[in-house]
Antibody, heavy 120, light 112 residues
Framework: QVQLQESGPELVKSSETLSLMCTVSGGSINNYYWNWIRQSPGKGLEWIGYISYSGTPNYNPSLKSRVTISMDTSKNQFSLKLNSVTAADTAVYYC??????????????WGQGILVTVSS | DIVMTQSPESLAVSLGERTTIYCKSSQTILYSINNKNYLSWYQQKPGQPPKLLIYWASARDSGVPDRFSGSGSGTDFTLTISNLQAEDVAVYYCQQYYSSPTFGQGTKVEIK
């Protein structure tokens, strides 16, 4: 059974960089595409981007200028960095798997999510 | 971006009854080359991540009860829950993956 677990600081100061890690167990990140999705009361569910099994990222155009997704295959982890955060970036951040390894996909396994609050 | 619009925002249904949630995309999400609709449905309970129910508009994910069914094509889709159970109380979301993924705003299902 594939499991994903998000980790990282739950409080980030405005204008700084949000950094999260997703640890995958029960399967290798050398297969499939791996995504970040966030959920906030104001904007609902929002896809942030993915990294492919070969390490190629793709981002939501609305966030592209601030986002970096990378992977560490030796640790079976992938990460999210979102810079210049504001209060609008306060959300629950999820990592999720794309089971069809496609540029655009649905998501079959999700982490439990981590609430990140941006403070001024 | 493709905008996904769900209706209604919420509904109350009696146990054992059938209910339908609607999802409309701002442009077609039917890919003509493979005749597939790039539409999925999720169920989210409080404090939990979304759970995949349906993909390709009508394919049930493994372990999903057969009282959940998806249909539709092009721009108009439905999720039907037959014989509503207490454990089906949740918010339901549709999502398109024809292009950069986007989600509907959610439909809250409660027991009447």
């Amino acid at each position: 059974q594939v499991q994903l677990q998000e980790s990282g600081p739950e409080l980030v100061k405005s204008s700084e960089t949000l950094s999260l890690m997703c640890t995958v167990s029960g399967g290798s990140i050398n297969n499939y595409y791996w995504n970040w999705i966030r959920q906030s009361p104001g904007k609902g569910l929002e896809w942030i981007g993915y990294i492919s099994y070969s390490g190629t990222p793709n981002y939501n155009p609305s966030l592209k200028s601030r986002v970096t997704i990378s992977m560490d295959t030796s640790k079976n982890q992938f990460s999210l960095k979102l810079n210049s955060v504001t209060a609008a970036d306060t959300a629950v951040y999820y990592c999720a798997r794309d089971p069809i390894s496609s540029a655009w996909s649905y998501f079959d396994y999700w982490g439990q999510g981590i609430l990140v609050t941006v403070s001024s | 971006d493709i905008v996904m619009t769900q209706s209604p925002e919420s509904l109350a249904v009696s146990l054992g009854e059938r209910t339908t949630i609607y999802c409309k995309s701002s442009q077609t999400i039917l890919y003509s080359i493979n005749n597939k609709n790039y539409l999925s449905w999720y169920q989210q309970k409080p404090g939990q991540p979304p759970k995949l129910l349906i993909y390709w508009a009508s394919a049930r994910d493994s372990g999903v009860p057969d009282r959940f069914s998806g249909s539709g094509s092009g721009t108009d889709f439905t999720l039907t829950i037959s014989n509503l159970q207490a454990e089906d109380v949740a918010v339901y979301y549709c999502q398109q993956y024809y292009s950069s993924p986007t989600f509907g705003q959610g439909t809250k299902v409660e027991i009447k």
